[in-house]
């Protein structure tokens, strides 16, 4: 198997190679001027200039993605619209503006991605069914507590599940208890993403395989890429935890690099051992549990490794390394499926902050930034990219009051001390990557 490229890996695409491949827009090969330029096409970046199309329709926009669409963290995620966020520990009423600040980030993108898939009838394998929270152990069986008393004080819809019931929703005798939050959605997120960039408004110009190499910021800003420059009044990073030369001083996020496995399509026969829904989605009440999905076309997903490797995926042969833990975990759930292969493998990198917060900022008059999701990409996302947009068009709306009002992301150290301390903090919070939470 040939070695993959520690930056730009073609060779597993996440979510992308479950579906027939598309027409990619081109890259840009001549100079461009634009009011508008925004960088990164995942959630954020698309709905940033969505937005923006939105507000200044005779503007045009200009919207650039370094690698093909779809091959960031926006489709190599698991495939879930939160609507409602967990917060680690007990229930704290001195906390509660921060709560319904978060809740009301999410369900402003949760709307917004429902709305557009329904008006522009996007295929995506959309489904609001609520969204399963599990305990694998005894510190998760405490935090599944803690998550249903918050559910009630907030009196948020839910359903406390015990061994018994998860194993008949989820054909898995391996957790202890659960909650199915009721509010919430999963999707094939390759698939929502490529159907939101086909329905852009006519002013926004979409270029893939665009990388930004530098950044010259001023009354006009010129942003440097391999075969033209864009001169912008105006320029928005929408790209999770990424940074150029010349855009800020400090970093405040780094990249995490999680792995997971896709089965084949299965069989009527093995679907019916896996409980009585026809799909669903887990999340683990262990930060470094598994997610695992069943997928409207009937596969499971798992995802359960974390990892520090300086904003690398992984190459072929840690991958296939790192898949010998996805299949454990996934036998000891289902070991009724035991005989069923792995079809796909993939990595993808998340944007994370030293304290679990996101980035939302206006660094000059000219440049502003948005990214940095934790794991929650595809609502949060979403909204602070409608968020981003209006602020930089001077809006003063609730979603950018709550977006500004969020806990600032810490600053981080400089080379090496930044390596060092990411490869501890994410080995800290991921704990137990490997024993299965």
Same mark, same amino acid.
């Given at each position: 198997?040939?070695?993959?490229?520690?930056?730009?890996?073609?060779?597993?695409?996440? $979510?992308?190679?479950?579906?027939?491949?598309?027409?990619? &827009?081109?890259?840009?090969?001549?100079? %461009?001027?634009? /009011? $508008?330029?925004?960088?990164?096409?995942?959630?954020?970046?698309?709905?940033?200039?969505?937005?923006?199309?939105?507000?200044?329709?005779?503007?045009?926009?200009?919207?650039?993605?370094?690698?093909? %669409?779809?091959?960031?963290?926006?489709?190599?995620?698991?495939?879930? #619209?939160?609507?409602?966020?967990?917060?680690?520990?007990?229930?704290?009423?001195?906390?509660?503006?921060?709560?319904?600040?978060?809740? &009301?980030?999410?369900?402003?993108?949760?709307?917004?991605?429902?709305?557009?898939?329904?008006?522009?009838?996007?295929? +995506?394998? $959309?489904?609001?069914?609520?969204?399963?929270?599990? #305990?694998?152990?005894?510190?998760?069986?405490?935090? +599944?507590?803690?998550?249903?008393?918050?559910?009630?004080?907030?009196?948020?819809?839910? @359903?406390? %599940?015990?061994?018994?019931?998860?194993?008949?929703?989820?054909?898995?005798?391996?957790?202890?208890?659960?909650? /199915?939050?009721?509010?919430?959605?999963? =999707?094939? *997120?390759?698939?929502?993403?490529? !159907?939101?960039?086909?329905?852009?408004?006519?002013?926004?110009?979409?270029?893939?395989? @665009?990388?930004?190499?530098? =950044?010259?910021?001023?009354?006009?800003?010129?942003?440097?890429?391999?075969?033209? @420059?864009?001169?912008?009044?105006?320029?928005?990073?929408?790209?999770?935890?990424?940074?150029?030369?010349?855009?800020?001083?400090?970093? &405040?996020?780094?990249?995490?690099?999680?792995? !997971?496995?896709?089965?084949?399509?299965?069989?009527?026969?093995?679907?019916?051992?896996?409980?009585?829904?026809?799909? $669903?989605?887990? %999340?683990?009440?262990?930060?470094? !549990?598994?997610?695992?999905?069943?997928?409207?076309?009937?596969?499971? #997903?798992?995802?359960? @490794? #974390?990892?520090?490797?300086?904003?690398?995926?992984?190459?072929?042969?840690?991958?296939?390394?790192?898949?010998?833990?996805?299949?454990?975990?996934?036998?000891?759930?289902?070991?009724?499926?035991?005989?069923? *292969?792995?079809?796909?493998?993939?990595?993808?990198?998340?944007?994370?902050?030293?304290?679990?917060?996101?980035?939302?900022? /206006?660094?000059?008059?000219?440049?502003?930034?948005?990214? +940095?999701?934790?794991?929650?990409?595809?609502?949060?996302?979403?909204?602070?990219?409608?968020?981003?947009?209006?602020?930089?068009?001077?809006?003063?709306?609730?979603?950018?009051?709550? +977006?500004?009002?969020?806990?600032?992301?810490?600053?981080?150290?400089?080379?090496?001390?930044?390596?060092?301390?990411?490869?501890?903090?994410?080995?800290? &919070?991921?704990?137990?990557?490997?024993?299965?939470?």
């Amino acid at each position: 198997m040939r070695q993959a490229n520690p930056i730009f890996d073609n060779e597993t695409r996440g $979510w992308v190679d479950l579906i027939p491949p598309r027409q990619s &827009r081109p890259k840009l090969t001549s100079d %461009l001027e634009a /009011k $508008w330029l925004v960088i990164g096409a995942g959630f954020t970046g698309l709905s940033c200039a969505r937005r923006l199309a939105e507000i200044n329709p005779k503007d045009k926009i200009i919207l650039l993605d370094a690698r093909g %669409l779809g091959q960031n963290a926006s489709g190599r995620n698991s495939g879930y #619209a939160v609507a409602h966020s967990h917060f680690s520990g007990a229930y704290k009423e001195s906390q509660l503006e921060k709560y319904q600040r978060v809740d &009301r980030i999410n369900q402003v993108g949760l709307n917004s991605l429902r709305a557009l898939v329904k008006d522009n009838n996007i295929n +995506c394998d $959309w489904i609001d069914s609520g969204i399963y929270h599990t #305990a694998a152990d005894d510190d998760s069986e405490i935090e +599944c507590d803690h998550f249903i008393n918050y559910l009630k004080k907030r009196e948020i819809k839910h @359903t406390p %599940l015990s061994k018994e019931q998860l194993h008949n929703h989820l054909g898995t005798g391996w957790y202890k208890k659960g909650v /199915k939050v009721e509010d919430g959605a999963l =999707m094939q *997120p390759a698939k929502l993403v490529f !159907g939101l960039a086909e329905n852009l408004p006519s002013n926004v110009e979409l270029y893939e395989n @665009t990388p930004v190499l530098k =950044m010259d910021l001023g009354k006009t800003n010129k942003v440097i890429t391999p075969d033209a @420059t864009i001169t912008a009044k105006k320029v928005i990073m929408a790209c999770n935890y990424e940074s150029f030369e010349g855009a800020h001083p400090k970093q &405040r996020a780094v990249g995490v690099t999680l792995s !997971g496995s896709i089965t084949r399509v299965l069989e009527k026969n093995e679907i019916k051992m896996l409980g009585n829904q026809s799909s $669903w989605g887990i %999340l683990s009440l262990h930060s470094g !549990g598994a997610t695992i999905r069943l997928t409207d076309d009937g596969r499971i #997903a798992i995802r359960n @490794t #974390a990892e520090y490797k300086n904003h690398h995926l992984l190459t072929d042969q840690q991958l296939i390394k790192r898949q010998q833990i996805h299949r454990q975990a996934f036998d000891n759930r289902f070991p009724q499926l035991s005989h069923v *292969p792995f079809e796909f493998l993939y990595s993808g990198v998340e944007g994370v902050s030293a304290n679990k917060t996101n980035i939302f900022e /206006k660094f000059s008059d000219s440049l502003y930034y948005a990214g +940095c999701f934790n794991g929650s990409g595809i609502t949060k996302g979403t909204a602070f990219g409608i968020g981003i947009a209006e602020y930089a068009c001077e809006y003063e709306s609730s979603i950018v009051k709550d +977006c500004l009002a969020i806990e600032k992301a810490k600053w981080l150290p400089p080379k090496p001390l930044l390596d060092f301390g990411a490869w501890f903090t994410t080995k800290q &919070r991921f704990k137990g990557v490997g024993r299965d939470r």
